[in-house]
Nanobody
Protein backbone atom coordinates (compact mmCIF):
# COMPACT_ATOMS: atom_id res chain seq x y z
CA UNK A 1 0.00 0.00 0.00
CA UNK A 2 1.31 3.42 -0.92
CA UNK A 3 1.16 5.89 1.91
CA UNK A 4 3.07 8.63 3.69
CA UNK A 5 4.32 8.19 7.23
CA UNK A 6 4.98 11.28 9.32
CA UNK A 7 7.02 11.71 12.46
CA UNK A 8 8.19 14.58 14.60
CA UNK A 9 6.11 17.35 16.06
CA UNK A 10 5.26 17.92 19.70
CA UNK A 11 5.23 20.75 22.19
CA UNK A 12 7.79 23.54 22.05
CA UNK A 13 8.15 27.00 23.51
CA UNK A 14 7.93 30.06 21.32
CA UNK A 15 11.24 30.68 19.61
CA UNK A 16 12.09 26.99 19.57
CA UNK A 17 12.58 24.58 16.71
CA UNK A 18 11.08 21.33 15.52
CA UNK A 19 11.73 19.02 12.61
CA UNK A 20 9.02 17.07 10.88
CA UNK A 21 9.66 14.02 8.72
CA UNK A 22 7.63 12.55 5.89
CA UNK A 23 8.58 9.19 4.43
CA UNK A 24 6.86 7.39 1.58
CA UNK A 25 5.91 3.75 2.05
CA UNK A 26 5.54 1.56 -1.02
CA UNK A 27 7.18 4.12 -3.30
CA UNK A 28 9.82 6.86 -3.28
CA UNK A 29 9.53 10.58 -3.83
CA UNK A 30 11.37 10.30 -7.15
CA UNK A 31 9.18 12.10 -9.69
CA UNK A 32 6.88 13.58 -7.04
CA UNK A 33 6.19 17.02 -5.65
CA UNK A 34 5.87 17.17 -1.89
CA UNK A 35 3.71 19.58 0.02
CA UNK A 36 3.46 20.52 3.66
CA UNK A 37 0.12 21.79 4.93
CA UNK A 38 -1.25 22.72 8.32
CA UNK A 39 -4.67 23.10 9.88
CA UNK A 40 -5.28 25.03 13.06
CA UNK A 41 -8.46 24.53 15.10
CA UNK A 42 -11.40 26.23 13.44
CA UNK A 43 -9.38 27.20 10.39
CA UNK A 44 -9.04 25.91 6.86
CA UNK A 45 -6.07 23.81 5.89
CA UNK A 46 -3.34 25.98 4.38
CA UNK A 47 -0.22 25.30 2.37
CA UNK A 48 3.03 25.85 4.21
CA UNK A 49 5.53 24.70 1.59
CA UNK A 50 5.72 22.99 -1.77
CA UNK A 51 8.87 21.19 -2.91
CA UNK A 52 9.43 19.89 -6.41
CA UNK A 53 12.94 18.44 -6.30
CA UNK A 54 13.03 17.51 -9.99
CA UNK A 55 12.61 21.17 -10.85
CA UNK A 56 14.66 22.44 -7.95
CA UNK A 57 11.74 24.62 -6.92
CA UNK A 58 10.48 25.37 -3.42
CA UNK A 59 7.66 27.58 -2.23
CA UNK A 60 7.17 28.86 1.30
CA UNK A 61 4.04 30.61 2.50
CA UNK A 62 4.73 34.21 3.49
CA UNK A 63 3.78 33.40 7.08
CA UNK A 64 6.67 30.93 7.42
CA UNK A 65 9.24 32.21 4.92
CA UNK A 66 12.59 32.73 6.59
CA UNK A 67 11.64 30.44 9.48
CA UNK A 68 10.74 27.13 7.83
CA UNK A 69 12.93 25.28 5.36
CA UNK A 70 13.16 22.03 3.44
CA UNK A 71 16.69 21.02 4.52
CA UNK A 72 19.27 19.73 2.10
CA UNK A 73 19.33 16.25 3.63
CA UNK A 74 15.84 15.66 2.30
CA UNK A 75 15.82 12.88 -0.26
CA UNK A 76 13.58 10.62 -2.29
CA UNK A 77 13.15 8.52 0.86
CA UNK A 78 12.38 11.24 3.38
CA UNK A 79 11.50 14.91 3.17
CA UNK A 80 11.85 17.10 6.23
CA UNK A 81 10.32 20.36 7.30
CA UNK A 82 12.69 22.25 9.59
CA UNK A 83 10.77 24.79 11.64
CA UNK A 84 12.61 27.49 13.55
CA UNK A 85 11.64 30.61 15.48
CA UNK A 86 8.28 29.02 16.13
CA UNK A 87 5.36 31.19 17.14
CA UNK A 88 2.14 30.31 18.96
CA UNK A 89 0.27 30.94 15.71
CA UNK A 90 2.19 28.03 14.15
CA UNK A 91 0.21 25.69 16.38
CA UNK A 92 -1.65 23.28 14.11
CA UNK A 93 -1.80 19.74 12.81
CA UNK A 94 0.79 19.46 10.07
CA UNK A 95 0.36 17.18 7.07
CA UNK A 96 2.69 16.17 4.30
CA UNK A 97 1.35 15.24 0.89
CA UNK A 98 2.69 13.98 -2.42
CA UNK A 99 1.60 14.67 -5.98
CA UNK A 100 2.95 12.81 -8.99
CA UNK A 101 4.91 15.07 -11.31
CA UNK A 102 7.57 17.76 -11.44
CA UNK A 103 6.32 21.32 -11.29
CA UNK A 104 8.46 23.93 -12.99
CA UNK A 105 5.90 26.71 -12.94
CA UNK A 106 3.49 26.78 -10.06
CA UNK A 107 2.58 23.99 -7.69
CA UNK A 108 -0.25 21.51 -7.24
CA UNK A 109 -3.44 22.62 -5.61
CA UNK A 110 -4.37 20.89 -2.40
CA UNK A 111 -6.78 18.69 -4.36
CA UNK A 112 -4.06 17.51 -6.74
CA UNK A 113 -2.07 15.92 -3.96
CA UNK A 114 -2.78 12.19 -4.06
CA UNK A 115 -1.13 10.85 -0.95
CA UNK A 116 -1.40 12.34 2.53
CA UNK A 117 0.35 11.65 5.78
CA UNK A 118 -1.53 10.94 8.98
CA UNK A 119 -0.82 14.39 10.41
CA UNK A 120 1.22 15.39 13.41
CA UNK A 121 0.42 17.93 16.11
CA UNK A 122 2.69 20.92 16.61
CA UNK A 123 1.94 23.04 19.67
CA UNK A 124 3.88 26.22 20.38
CA UNK A 125 3.44 27.70 23.84
CA UNK A 126 3.90 31.39 24.55
Amino acid sequence: EMQLVQSGGGLVQAGGSLRLSCAPSGFTFDGYTIGWFRQAPGKKREAVSHFSPGAGSIFYAPSVKGRFTIPSDSSQWTVYLQMSSLKPEDTAVYYCAAAKGTYYDGFPTEYEYTYWGQGTQVTVSS
